[in-house]
């Protein structure tokens, strides 16, 4: 079955900052979805990527899939207060099931 | 705002009992899942269905068990809770066919004493 590791588990910086979070599959990545949680709240759709290379873009959050498919980063440019939450990576398997990570929770500083 | 609404938003029940679940996606969106979240971990699937028929499962026992409804609305059951079923479950929903974004709603918080 398909895993997903995600790092760091839990990330805290001052606003302003850049940032970074890995999600890592044991299998190739035939649909990687990122999505924002805060705290004891539904999933909120970032982004989702699909061909080797591809990377995308909304406001300050850029997320890219790497050529072999098996990696995926989402960055935040100038991080801000209203980023904080928990960010989850979710893999595409048989049936539209989604396998997900287990989360990298991050604290923005004012 | 996703066009997915879930219903009760929390809800407690005792060991033994049973609680269903409520989810209602967006117009042509023919597929829903479910997923629990324990705290502090990522959502596991539980299963999925689509044009009223279950289209996958997770490892879950059977007395999870679910439905789809034609007008796109959907229910998970859970019968003889257990004090670890307590979690978050969520549905999600997306249209069939293509590259189409799964969209969560807001998720049932469900507590077992």
């Known amino acids: 079955s398909q895993e997903l590791e995600q790092s760091p588990q839990s990330l805290i910086v001052q606003e302003g900052k850049n940032l970074t979070i890995n999600c890592t599959s044991s299998?190739?990545?035939?649909?990687l979805y990122w999505y924002k949680q805060k705290y004891g709240e539904g999933l909120i759709f970032l982004m989702m990527?699909?061909?080797?290379?591809e990377e995308k873009s909304h406001e300050k959050i850029t997320a890219k899939l790497d050529e072999k498919k098996q990696q995926s980063s989402l960055h935040i440019t100038a991080s801000q207060p209203s980023h904080a939450g928990i960010y989850l990576c979710?893999?595409?398997?048989?049936?539209?099931?989604?396998?997900f990570g287990e989360g990298t929770q991050l604290t923005v500083n004012p | 705002e996703t066009g997915v609404t879930q219903s009760p938003t929390h809800l407690i029940k005792t060991r033994g009992q049973q609680v269903t679940l409520r989810c209602s996606s967006q117009?042509?969106?023919?597929?829903v899942s479910w997923y629990q979240q324990a705290l502090g971990q990522g959502p596991q699937f539980i299963f999925q269905?689509?044009?009223?028929?279950?289209?996958g499962r997770g490892n879950f026992p059977p007395r999870f068990s679910g439905l789809q409804f034609p007008n796109y609305s959907s229910e998970l059951n859970v019968n003889a809770l257990e004090l670890d079923d307590s979690a978050l479950y969520l549905c999600?929903?997306?249209?069939?066919?293509?590259?189409?974004?799964?969209?969560f709603g807001p998720g049932t918080r469900l507590t077992v004493l």
């Open positions: 999600a929903s997306k249209r069939t066919g293509g590259d189409f974004e799964q969209f």
């Open positions: 299998k190739t990545l035939y649909g």
């Open positions: 990527l699909q061909k080797g290379g």
């Open positions: 979710g893999a595409e398997t048989s049936g539209s099931r989604l396998t």
């Open positions: 117009s042509g969106h023919n597929t």
């Open positions: 269905y689509y044009r009223e028929e279950e289209n």
